[in-house]
């Protein structure tokens, strides 16, 4: 068999598409991970170098962290996705109004019974659209992995985290990350994430240098991402 013929038997084969014996083995003896010590270490490191910001506290701090960071960016409405432990956003002052993420995810998703279509859209007027997600100050959220070699975080929809709009579309993201979530490697993150689930991978605020190699920040997602690593 040739290598072009290999290649397409495991694309159809990973895509259901050719029956299980028709089997071919990818090898998996490469290394699994380049660090073993100062894991956290570096994965805060590479959010720095990538202009995140970043700050380490401890469980019992976290709401008054959570409330300092608001506090900071001056941000009155913050996007709270469903599963949002509501302790993280007790310290916050009196004033700044919480979105209801899960609202959004109702209107986009009618697969679950009780839910709105879109064609609810103009009969709701609690729903958080696209339009009024765009005018929110922020977005607070957990995560689901850190990666300390190429310093990624990753977000996989469960609970705290939302549809992937919910932290693509303000303009600034206050993410929660366990320390004990990172991980040194890539591989080591695959074997912790379903791959049926929508994955969203965020190394550092979004940028791009595609035209003249000028660096412009928060085209394709937020400008400011904002990290608390939670010990």
Same mark, same amino acid.
């Given at each position: 068999?040739s290598?072009?013929?290999?290649?397409? *038997?495991?694309?159809?084969? %990973?895509l259901a598409?050719?029956? !299980? $014996? +028709?089997?071919?083995?990818?090898?998996?003896?490469?290394?699994?991970?380049?660090v073993?010590e100062g894991?956290l270490?570096l994965?805060?490191?590479?959010?720095? $170098?990538?202009?995140?910001v970043?700050h380490?506290? %401890?469980e019992d *701090?976290l709401?008054?962290?959570?409330?300092?960071?608001?506090?900071?960016?001056?941000?009155r409405?913050? /996007?709270? &996705?469903?599963?949002l432990?509501?302790?993280?956003?007790a310290g @916050? *002052?009196?004033?700044?109004?919480?979105?209801?993420?899960?609202?959004?995810? #109702?209107l986009?998703?009618n697969?679950?019974n009780?839910?709105?279509t879109?064609a609810?859209?103009?009969?709701? *007027?609690?729903i958080?659209?696209?339009?009024?997600?765009?005018?929110?100050?922020?977005? @607070?959220? %957990?995560? %689901?992995?850190?990666?300390?070699?190429?310093?990624?975080? /990753? =977000?996989?929809?469960?609970?705290?985290?939302?549809?992937?709009?919910l932290? =693509?579309? &303000?303009?600034w993201? =206050?993410?929660?990350?366990?320390?004990?979530?990172v991980?040194?490697s /890539?591989? #080591?993150? =695959?074997?912790?994430l379903?791959?049926g689930?929508p @994955?969203?991978?965020? !190394?550092?605020?979004?940028?791009? !240098? $595609?035209?003249?190699? +000028?660096?412009?920040?928060?085209?394709?997602?937020p400008?400011t @991402?904002e990290v608390?690593?939670v010990r």
């Open positions: 068999m290598s072009r013929a290999a290649i397409l *038997a495991r694309v159809r084969r %990973a598409d050719v029956p !299980s $014996d +028709d089997d071919f083995p990818v090898a998996r003896d490469y290394a699994r991970a380049h073993a894991v270490e994965f805060v490191a590479h959010l720095r $170098d990538y202009r995140a970043v380490e506290v %401890a *701090a709401p008054d962290a959570v409330a300092a960071a608001v506090e900071r960016r001056g941000a409405t913050v /996007v709270t &996705p469903a599963g432990p509501p302790a993280w956003t @916050l *002052a009196e004033g700044v109004c919480l979105a209801d993420g899960w609202a959004y995810e #109702q986009y998703d697969s679950i009780n839910r709105p879109v609810d859209r103009a009969d709701r *007027a609690d958080l659209t696209t339009s009024t997600l765009d005018t929110a100050d922020g977005v @607070l959220t %957990a995560a %689901a992995v850190g990666i300390a070699e190429t310093g990624t975080i /990753v =977000l996989d929809a469960g609970p705290g985290q939302g549809r992937r709009a932290t =693509l579309v &303000p303009d993201h =206050l993410c929660v990350m366990r320390a004990a979530d991980v040194a /890539v591989p #080591q993150a =695959l074997e912790r379903d791959p689930r @994955l969203t991978w965020i !190394s550092g605020p979004s940028a791009t !240098s $595609d035209i003249e190699l +000028d660096r412009v920040e928060g085209v394709h997602g400008r @991402l608390l690593i």
